[in-house]
């Protein structure tokens, strides 16, 4: 019982592992993400400010769904849905798969 778990608990390890490669380029993603979104985001997704939320670490399907929907006009954000509309679809898969791959900064609460 205990091996056939363990067996069943690798497979899935190695599909989900597989899912995650099968996603955006990472290297093209972070050219495109401090071209096009560090100024406000973060060179890594840990933005400066607290004006602009922070991507590092976030689900990559997550900040996919953002984009499109900024880019569709589902979202409206004076300042997201035009740089949103100059991505393409994989720009927008790069940009996701790199930001979901970094490490979030600690956030620190002020006194």
Same mark, same amino acid.
Request: proline share 5%; charged share 15%.
């Given at each position: 019982? #205990? $091996? #056939? +778990?363990?067996? %069943?608990? /690798?497979?899935?390890? @190695?599909?989900?592992? &597989? @899912?995650?490669? /099968?996603?955006?380029?990472? %290297?093209?993603?972070? $050219?495109? %993400?401090?071209?096009?979104?560090?100024?406000?985001?973060?060179?890594?997704?840990?933005? *400066?400010?607290?004006?602009?939320?922070?991507?590092?670490?976030?689900?990559?399907?997550?900040? +996919?769904?953002?984009?499109h929907q900024y880019k569709?006009?589902?979202? $409206? #954000?004076?300042?997201? /849905? *035009?740089?949103?509309?100059n991505l393409s679809e994989?720009? &927008?898969?790069?940009?996701?798969?790199?930001?979901?791959?970094?490490?979030?900064? +600690?956030?620190? +609460? *002020?006194?």
């Amino acid at each position: 019982m #205990n $091996k #056939n +778990l363990t067996i %069943a608990g /690798a497979a899935l390890l @190695t599909l989900a592992s &597989m @899912t995650v490669q /099968a996603g955006g380029d990472y %290297a093209a993603g972070e $050219k495109k %993400a401090k071209e096009v979104c560090g100024a406000c985001h973060g060179a890594d997704g840990n933005s *400066p400010s607290g004006a602009f939320p922070r991507l590092a670490g976030q689900w990559e399907s997550y900040i +996919l769904a953002a984009l499109h929907q900024y880019k569709s006009g589902g979202r $409206k #954000n004076a300042i997201m /849905a *035009p740089q949103a509309q100059n991505l393409s679809e994989q720009d &927008m898969l790069d940009v996701a798969t790199f930001y979901s791959q970094q490490r979030p900064a +600690l956030y620190v +609460l *002020p006194r």
